[in-house]
């Protein structure tokens, strides 16, 4: 497409050949955008500056390609845009236009919170260049290790399938007291709590659990005692949030962080709206639930195991008669292959596979058993789930009602810039 609209509004080739003396023509316009790595800006925080900038500096009708990096000690964009818009305006690159650029992107750093990044002022360090490599590995594991939990949280249940699922894409997770997880061919594992706030064994597990909820249920009848505190308790959240005197963890980690994007406000206004859709009036009530749940969860556990020790039973057999059966269709069969067919005849016989239209039967039955293992384990998730969140709207109530919540969140900030504080004197 940026081919197209040069080669219609310049009148020549895009690929055209470099004259043999002079300077060729502008194509393309190639901008860099830096931030302070004292920031931490994310990728995606990054990113979504660069694509307001380009909006605001170079108009709609401009053709823009965004690349946001990482593989340097601060977060940066490559911003490259066609030299010719699609209204047909040409862009030039001068001092005067970059000293434009400069204060347009400063503004937009600003209206997100962010400190532009002043080169002149870095203050830059000799480091010998392994260590600067292991570093710049370091950051790149960590985001890749992110961005793959950021994907999986959308599909598993609950931390341990999340782990698991890790393993599968060929990570190496260390379990024990502390998490870690180490990314195929990275020489060091990563705890998990290291990657941010976030990312934390607490906050995962929250991720995965209210994930899908949602906030803002419609209240029922007059306002309990149990809403009421709810209610109270998520105003008082957000303020923290708003002043900064809680830890930052955000829901939607892609976004950037604000009261509307705060994992604890989330998570207590996707509480109110089960306690609101189930017209729960008091805690009471919040236990019976709890109750209700842990008895059907335990008998959709039974059955469910019940069926699944079935189903591992009937899958043996049938691949015993599977082996069975290709035995005898050998020609030529080997001591061994006997041995086999004599230890496989009394299985058989004792469970009335003499046919291989007994074993296509066996077949079907195994079918029929999968078929309804599945809406038993979809029973067993759900009610597993429940009472996971029943238990955990008790145990913030209680937290609520003794007044540890808040103070809970605000020793919580108090340690992080105590840790901060200890970690940058070291540095």
């Not at 969860?297 to 082996?323: F, G, I, P, S």
Request: charged share 30%; glycine share 4%; hydrophobic share 35%.
């Amino acid at each position: 497409m940026m081919k197209t609209v040069y080669e219609h509004f310049s009148s020549h080739k895009f690929n055209e050949p470099l004259p043999k003396q002079g300077k060729g023509r502008v194509k393309a316009i190639h901008y860099i955008q830096s931030f302070d790595p004292k920031d931490n800006i994310s990728p995606e925080l990054a990113h979504q500056i660069a694509r307001t900038f380009a909006r605001k500096a170079f108009g709609d009708s401009c053709q823009v390609v965004i690349a946001t990096h990482i593989d340097k000690q601060h977060t940066h964009n490559h911003i490259i845009i066609n030299s010719y818009g699609i209204d047909g305006r040409k862009f030039n690159a001068n001092k005067k236009t970059l000293d434009e650029l400069k204060e347009i992107s400063d503004r937009v750093c600003l209206a997100f919170g962010i400190k532009p990044f002043d080169k002149s002022k870095a203050k830059r360090t000799t480091v010998a260049y392994n260590e600067w490599q292991s570093e710049l590995r370091g950051t790149s594991w960590k985001q890749k290790i992110r961005l793959e939990i950021d994907g999986l949280i959308l599909r598993v249940k609950n931390v341990d399938e999340l782990l698991a699922e890790l393993e599968m894409l060929g990570n190496t997770v260390r379990r024990g007291k502390y998490i870690s997880v180490k990314a195929p061919d990275q020489q060091r594992a990563v705890r998990l709590k290291t990657l941010g706030d976030d990312y934390t064994i607490e906050s995962l597990a929250s991720r995965i659990l209210w994930k899908d909820v949602g906030s803002g249920g419609t209240l029922l009848g007059q306002p309990s005692e149990l809403s009421e505190r709810y209610s109270a308790t998520i105003y008082d959240v957000e303020q923290l949030a708003l002043t900064g005197r809680k830890v930052q963890r955000r829901r939607d980690t892609s976004a950037p962080y604000s009261p509307q994007n705060d994992m604890d406000v989330y998570k207590l206004s996707a509480q109110l709206t089960i306690i609101n859709r189930d017209n729960l009036r008091s805690i009471g009530e919040v236990e019976g639930k709890i109750e209700q749940l842990k008895y059907e969860v335990e008998k959709a556990r039974h059955e469910l195991n019940t069926l699944t020790l079935k189903l591992d039973n009937l899958k043996a057999l049938a691949d015993q008669a599977e082996e069975y059966f290709a035995l005898i269709d050998k020609v030529e069969r080997s001591p061994a292959d006997e041995l086999r067919l004599k230890m496989y005849a009394p299985i058989l016989e004792r469970s009335n596979i003499a046919s291989r239209s007994d074993f296509e039967y066996l077949k079907s039955v195994i079918a029929d058993t999968e078929q309804k293992a599945a809406p038993l384990k979809e029973n067993f998730e759900k009610c597993s789930r429940l009472y996971d969140i029943y238990s955990e709207i008790a145990k913030t109530y209680y937290e609520i009602s003794r007044g540890d919540y808040i103070s809970r969140l605000v020793e919580e900030e108090r340690q992080s810039r105590e840790h901060n504080n200890r970690t940058k004197r070291r540095i």
